[in-house]
């Protein structure tokens, strides 16, 4: 008999069940809060979802049982967007920045996105492991039970296919799920300064026929490909060819788009019929329309303005009321965003893009699984889901992004195995 795990009594159930897959307009803020709510699960998957009465008479009297009494019980955060596999920091780059160089600036000038490259490059794979479990450690610590993780600091076939094994090594013996993303074209490496197409082929012709070589693309649901378009990186030609090659290999498609100029990427994430465009921060009105009227996901990342010290933050009412479906993630990186709480991005989405409470919760769960493709299987409390859920030391799910600063996450059950108190 596998064991029962009972969580009752929660003053806020947050089911969040999303049956018609990702949430839009006035969908996004209905959260149809369970009072007295409890769940019941078995081995890792979610059993029962409701009332604390029934659930409890249900689940039969072997169960181990917690009293969530006073308390929010939630699914556990998705952080769909994050590049928290990497070695090394750039506090100086901070410093930089703080008196007056840009973040495009510095990249140009060699550093940026390149420091980060020099120093994973340098570290073995052990250290970069070791480097990055710590940070899965503190973002587990604050509710995240599924992150997205990217590649793009290797920028050569031996260190990405590094970094791809780095991520599937912290994939398996950490409690968080990595899902992984290849983004070869993250930055011109050094050796290819002023040669941005042949930097392109080394992409499209070498690494990832080698990713398909290796198996990375075997499995279901298979690796992402994302690209960062912008002015000083990527443009959208070259964007196009490297998502169109990985759409043809099978491969699933997210951008980095609109994060400083509007080139046209989010139109291109449409076209391609990418799972998610991220960033947004300067989208066309036009663009927003394509976004709202296409089932890919519009990922809004306010950690990153917030960590530039810049005021770009995305249209989110805007975007919210053309329709797109919108998410949060964290953007965790070296450069621009150091930033390991998906309660702390809520807080800004509510303070600088206007979303509510309610919204932002909801862009941080079960839209967030469906910007990984992931919404049958995480991002909501229902019947057959993974057990992976959150008790919050708090009454009320707005405390979330009205307190800031402090961890409320008590508990974080994974896969059905209490693994954070
Ligand atoms: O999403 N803009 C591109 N990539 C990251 C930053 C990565 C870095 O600076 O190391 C971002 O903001
Ligand atoms: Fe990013």
Request: glycine share 10%; hydrophobic share 45%.
């Given at each position: 008999?596998?064991?029962?795990?009972?969580?009752?009594?929660?003053n806020?159930l947050?089911?969040?069940?999303s049956?018609?897959?990702?949430r839009?307009?006035?969908?996004?803020?209905?959260l149809d809060?369970?009072?007295?709510?409890?769940?019941?699960?078995?081995?890792?998957?979610i059993?029962?979802?409701?009332d604390?009465r029934?659930?409890?008479a249900?689940?039969g009297?072997?169960?181990?049982?917690?009293?969530?009494s006073?308390?929010?019980v939630m699914?556990?955060?998705?952080d769909?967007h994050?590049?928290?596999?990497?070695?090394g920091?750039r506090a100086?780059e901070?410093e930089?920045?703080?008196?007056?160089?840009s973040?495009?600036?510095?990249?140009?000038?060699g550093?940026?996105?390149?420091n980060?490259?020099?120093?994973?490059?340098?570290?073995?794979?052990?250290?970069?492991?070791?480097?990055?479990?710590?940070?899965?450690?503190r973002?587990?610590a604050?509710?995240s039970t599924?992150?997205e993780a990217?590649t793009g600091?290797?920028l050569?076939?031996?260190n990405e296919?590094?970094?791809?094994?780095?991520?599937?090594?912290?994939?398996?013996d950490?409690p968080v799920?990595?899902?992984?993303?290849f983004?070869?074209?993250?930055?011109?490496?050094?050796?290819?300064?002023g040669?941005v197409?042949d930097?392109?082929?080394?992409?499209v012709?070498e690494?990832?026929?080698?990713?398909?070589a290796?198996?990375?693309l075997?499995?279901?649901?298979?690796l992402?490909?994302d690209?960062f378009?912008?002015e000083?990186?990527f443009?959208?030609?070259?964007s196009?060819?490297?998502?169109?090659?990985?759409k043809e290999?099978?491969?699933?498609l997210?951008?980095?788009?609109?994060?400083f100029?509007?080139?046209g990427?989010t139109?291109?994430?449409?076209e391609l019929g990418?799972t998610s465009?991220?960033?947004?921060?300067?989208?066309?009105d036009e663009?927003?329309?394509?976004?709202?009227?296409?089932d890919?996901?519009g990922?809004?990342?306010?950690?990153t303005?917030?960590?530039?010290a810049?005021d770009?933050?995305?249209?989110?009412?805007?975007?919210?009321?053309?329709?797109?479906?919108?998410?949060l993630?964290?953007?965790?990186n070296?450069?621009t965003?150091?930033?390991?709480s998906?309660?702390?991005i809520?807080?800004?989405?509510c303070r600088?893009?206007?979303m509510?409470?309610s919204?932002a919760?909801?862009?941080s769960?079960?839209?967030a699984?469906?910007?990984l493709g992931?919404?049958?299987e995480v991002g909501?409390?229902e019947?057959?889901?993974?057990a992976?859920?959150?008790i919050?030391d708090?009454p009320?799910?707005?405390?979330?992004?009205?307190?800031?600063?402090?961890?409320?996450v008590?508990?974080?059950?994974?896969?059905?195995?209490m693994?954070s108190?």
């Amino acid at each position: 008999m596998i064991p029962k795990l009972v969580v009752h009594s929660a003053n806020q159930l947050l089911a969040l069940a999303s049956p018609d897959g990702p949430r839009r307009g006035q969908e996004l803020r209905r959260l149809d809060i369970i009072e007295d709510g409890a769940v019941a699960i078995q081995g890792d998957r979610i059993v029962l979802v409701g009332d604390t009465r029934e659930v409890l008479a249900e689940a039969g009297e072997d169960a181990n049982i917690i009293d969530a009494s006073g308390k929010v019980v939630m699914p556990g955060f998705v952080d769909p967007h994050t590049h928290v596999v990497f070695a090394g920091d750039r506090a100086s780059e901070f410093e930089m920045r703080l008196q007056g160089a840009s973040y495009m600036d510095i990249l140009a000038a060699g550093g940026g996105i390149m420091n980060t490259v020099r120093a994973t490059r340098a570290a073995g794979l052990d250290e970069i492991v070791a480097q990055s479990r710590q940070r899965l450690d503190r973002m587990l610590a604050h509710g995240s039970t599924t992150v997205e993780a990217k590649t793009g600091y290797g920028l050569d076939t031996e260190n990405e296919l590094k970094m791809l094994e780095a991520i599937r090594l912290l994939d398996e013996d950490h409690p968080v799920d990595l899902v992984p993303t290849f983004l070869g074209a993250h930055a011109i490496p050094a050796e290819y300064k002023g040669r941005v197409d042949d930097y392109v082929s080394l992409v499209v012709e070498e690494m990832m026929p080698v990713l398909a070589a290796k198996g990375y693309l075997d499995h279901d649901p298979t690796l992402f490909c994302d690209v960062f378009c912008e002015e000083g990186a990527f443009s959208v030609e070259q964007s196009r060819r490297i998502l169109a090659k990985a759409k043809e290999l099978g491969m699933r498609l997210k951008i980095h788009s609109d994060e400083f100029k509007a080139l046209g990427g989010t139109a291109l994430a449409v076209e391609l019929g990418a799972t998610s465009a991220d960033h947004l921060a300067c989208t066309p009105d036009e663009e927003i329309e394509l976004l709202g009227n296409s089932d890919t996901i519009g990922v809004l990342l306010p950690g990153t303005p917030f960590g530039l010290a810049e005021d770009h933050y995305s249209p989110a009412r805007k975007m919210i009321d053309m329709g797109v479906a919108v998410a949060l993630a964290t953007d965790l990186n070296p450069g621009t965003c150091y930033c390991e709480s998906m309660p702390f991005i809520m807080a800004l989405a509510c303070r600088q893009m206007g979303m509510t409470p309610s919204e932002a919760l909801v862009a941080s769960t079960i839209n967030a699984a469906h910007a990984l493709g992931l919404g049958h299987e995480v991002g909501s409390l229902e019947v057959g889901k993974k057990a992976d859920l959150l008790i919050l030391d708090s009454p009320d799910y707005r405390h979330l992004a009205y307190r800031f600063g402090a961890n409320l996450v008590q508990a974080v059950v994974k896969a059905g195995r209490m693994v954070s108190q």
